[in-house]
């Protein structure tokens, strides 16, 4: 198999476009994130220079620009996360306002991802006290030897049908109930909408409704603002103004 190297033009230009987003995070906090997404961006770039599977040729490129011996492995792959999607870079910045290095905002996704991937335990409805009754009776007659076999295994997949819904045990004395859901207090959440903008608008009139009591709230939609609008010239003046004029 014939080895593919990129022209040295793209590969110089690319390497040098590497070296300009660390002399960015050199320069301080500032510019640190931009230097990292700007870091980032050109080793994606980089790598697109060489062939699927070709990583030994693309580390060897690296080595040869010396790129790997100007910044750790971890923040290299936190460069490289956030640059490979920019909307998933912004939402976790904006849900960690308090988290300034890339690394660390790769952490915290590394972290959310572990915790979305454990199993969830199972929720159960809240039976009534009549559901309660309706199976202890069920359990009565399934147990009780005079009682047809028919009747009996009629009994039996009404009460697995009940445990499906309240959970095991349903109808004896063992039995604990579930504790009722609620849209966030302090039993459960309620199931977020899948579509990006309803979430969006379930997002904001929450933490509008929080942000002024809250404020770890209230940073949170100050940064989402300031990162959102604040490098757009005139942008957050003309928002004061409609707010005012409302």
């Keep these: 198999m014939t080895a593919?190297?990129?022209t040295l033009t793209a590969a110089h230009r690319i390497a040098e476009e590497a070296r300009e987003g660390l002399r960015m995070v050199a320069e301080g906090e500032g510019r640190t994130m931009d230097g990292w997404l700007r870091y980032g961006a050109a080793l994606l770039q980089g790598r697109k220079l060489f062939p699927k599977g070709a990583d030994a040729l693309f580390s060897q490129w690296i080595a040869d620009c010396n790129l790997q011996f100007e910044v750790c492995a971890n923040d290299r792959a936190a460069a490289v996360w956030a640059a490979t999607d920019l909307e998933r870079f912004s939402c976790v910045r904006v849900a960690n306002p308090k988290v300034r290095t890339v690394r660390g905002l790769h952490a915290k996704w590394k972290e959310a991802q572990a915790e979305a991937a454990k199993p969830k335990p199972r929720v159960y409805e809240t039976p009534t006290e009549k559901d309660i009754r309706k199976a202890k009776a069920m359990r009565a007659?399934?147990?009780h030897p005079t009682t047809p076999e028919g009747d009996r295994a009629a009994c039996r997949a009404k009460l697995d049908a009940y445990e499906e819904?309240?959970?095991?045990?349903i109808g004896t004395p063992s039995y604990a109930k579930?504790?009722?859901?609620s849209s966030g207090a302090a039993g459960g959440f309620t199931e977020p909408p899948t579509d990006k903008k309803e979430l969006s608008r379930v997002v904001t009139k929450l933490a509008l409704k929080r942000a002024a009591k809250d404020t770890k709230t209230f940073d949170m939609i100050e940064f989402a603002i300031r990162t959102t609008y604040g490098n757009l010239p005139g942008s957050l003046e003309k928002i004061l103004r409609n707010l005012e004029a409302a």
């Design 141 to 143: 007659r399934a147990d």
């Design 178 to 181: 579930p504790k009722a859901q």
């Design 165 to 169: 819904r309240f959970g095991p045990g």
């Design 4 to 6: 593919h190297f990129p």
